[in-house]
């Protein structure tokens, strides 16, 4: 079977993914068996980091998107999150098995990557998307049952600090972990995020025009969600921090019923964040 390389390299240095690995074939035996599949394409490009993805036909001839997570804290709670959307505006859920970390998923065709519209298209997209995966917290719909970012925010920090030796600017990665403190705290405002929405994970789709794939679900503050598309706009980020960090806020407007645009400092420093955790991201 393919394993992309990325993949394998993710696995390599923690056993519990190790073991996950020697188990994948069986996992993908028993699945295609159960679920009435036929493989037809491992996907195998840069992507492909934490999962082992397939194309696959059901037996009625529906085209879908077979997917086994690696075990990994950030996305523990993907099955959970789909479930929770239902599609709107993520991919459907077809079947699950949560023990394995395993999803059947709906095919998105012709399934090309907003990453390849022009980047103002993805800022208007992306805050279109954000705004309807947006939550608040009710009575009735579960979301405190998500784990909140802070949970997330502090395993980063401890994997940064035990990385110390690496820093490149000890300083800037400091100020940064102190940023992931400060802003990761609870609040009222806290909302259900993708955490993980950028232009790679919405796809292309014939249900919908566009749809987001590989949601990780926690509770936080909404303008995490709107960093991750800053930080793969690279090149415009470079040139105009300010102004593209003031367009974000100002098209994202609106979001779990917010009527002003989205708190322009704290954007500034989460994007400083990342900055400092990036200087040691090649070693974790």
């Given at each position: ?24 074939p069986?996992?993908l035996?028993e ?8 493989i037809?394409?491992?996907f195998?490009?840069a992507?492909?980091?934490?999962s ?5 036909l059901?037996a009625?001839g ?18 959970h999150?789909l ?13 699950a098995?949560d023990?394995r ?6 095919r998105c065709?012709?399934?090309y ?6 980047e ?11 705004k309807?995966?947006w ?16 949970e997330?925010?502090?395993?980063w ?20 972990l102190?940023t992931f ?19 790679g994970?919405?796809?292309?789709s014939?249900?919908e025009?566009?749809l ?5 679900p926690?509770?936080g ?10 930080h793969?706009?690279?090149a415009?980020?470079h040139?105009?921090p ?12 609106g979001?779990c019923?917010?009527t ?13 964040t ?11």
């Open positions: 079977m393919i394993l992309p390389e990325q993949l394998i390299a993710n696995c390599r240095n923690v056993p519990e993914r190790q073991k996950w690995l020697l188990r994948l069986a996992m035996e699945l295609t068996s159960r679920w009435s599949l036929r037809d394409a491992p195998d490009h992507n492909v980091t934490c082992w993805v397939a194309a696959v059901r009625d529906t085209p879908a998107v077979l997917k086994l997570g690696m075990p990994h804290m950030e996305g523990a709670d993907e099955i999150g479930r929770f959307w239902n599609g709107d505006p993520t991919v459907q859920l077809l079947e098995d023990e970390g395993a999803m059947l998923l709906e065709l012709p399934g990557m907003l990453r390849s519209e022009p103002e298209k993805q800022d208007l997209l992306v805050a279109a998307l954000l309807r995966l939550r608040r917290s009710t009575s009735l719909n579960g979301i405190h049952a998500f784990r909140h970012l802070s997330l925010l502090n395993l920090r401890q994997e940064t600090l035990a990385q110390a030796q690496h820093w490149l600017d000890a300083g800037l990665v400091r100020e940064g102190q403190q400060t802003l990761g705290k609870p609040a009222p405002t806290d909302t259900l995020l993708a955490t993980d929405l950028h232009a994970n919405v796809l292309r014939q249900r025009p566009w987001v794939i590989d949601p990780k926690f509770v503050d909404p303008p995490y969600d709107v960093v991750q598309h800053l793969n706009c690279e415009r980020l040139a105009d300010r102004g593209m960090v003031k367009r974000l806020g100002e098209t994202c407007r979001g019923g917010a002003a645009t989205l708190d322009l400092c704290p954007r500034r420093r989460r994007s400083q990342r900055v400092g955790q990036s200087a040691m991201d090649g070693y974790r």
